[in-house]
């Protein structure tokens, strides 16, 4: 009975582990359509994009993003370090004191902030098209070897659920009585 229920849950384990790790995959591979399937990411590559992008501007806010850029003084730092001649340097220093009283004027960053925000569905397309015409290998290598710990987690519940379904199995096997077919 023991080696029964040791059985089936190895049994199990397998198949769980080997079906999740399969499933991850699918979301990848194949990369051109075999049979009519394809890889989840390459199938809905443009609908993906268009979500990732909406999702990355849902949660920018240009008015802050402009203040922050006064506030610490990242503008100017920005261009002083491009500044490689004395004229460069001093033409930074130039701009970078009229941005700097430019941007603290709350109308006029707010104006900018608005501007910004009215350019935003172009900013999503491009952010969208660069998605798009992304390699796919590197989409692939992002997600799965930027997240390597999550993706064990999966296969490894996969396998962990497999044990406990395999060993109930084998219970169910032993405790009712075979049903004999005529």
Do not use: C
């Amino acid at each position: 009975m023991i080696i029964q229920l040791l059985s089936g849950g190895l049994l199990g384990a397998f198949i769980g582990y080997f079906t999740n790790f399969i499933a991850l995959r699918m979301l990848f591979f194949p990369k051109r359509r075999v049979f009519g399937f394809q890889g989840l990411l390459l199938k809905f590559k443009a609908k993906f994009t268009g979500k990732t992008a909406d999702f990355i501007f849902q949660f920018i806010n240009l008015d802050n993003i402009l203040k922050d850029l006064v506030d610490k003084k990242a503008f100017s730092e920005g261009i002083k370090e491009t500044s490689w001649t004395r004229l460069t340097k001093f033409i930074g220093n130039i701009v970078t004191t009229e941005m700097e009283r430019w941007l603290s004027d709350e109308d006029i960053r707010k104006s900018v902030s608005e501007s910004l925000t009215m350019l935003t569905p172009k900013m999503k397309e491009m952010l969208s098209e660069k998605i798009i015409n992304t390699d796919i290998d590197i989409l692939t290598s992002l997600i799965l070897h930027g997240t390597p710990r999550e993706i064990r987690f999966i296969q490894g519940l996969g396998g962990i659920l497999g044990i406990v379904i395999g060993m109930l199995h084998s219970l169910i096997l032993q405790k009712l009585p075979y049903i004999q077919l005529r």
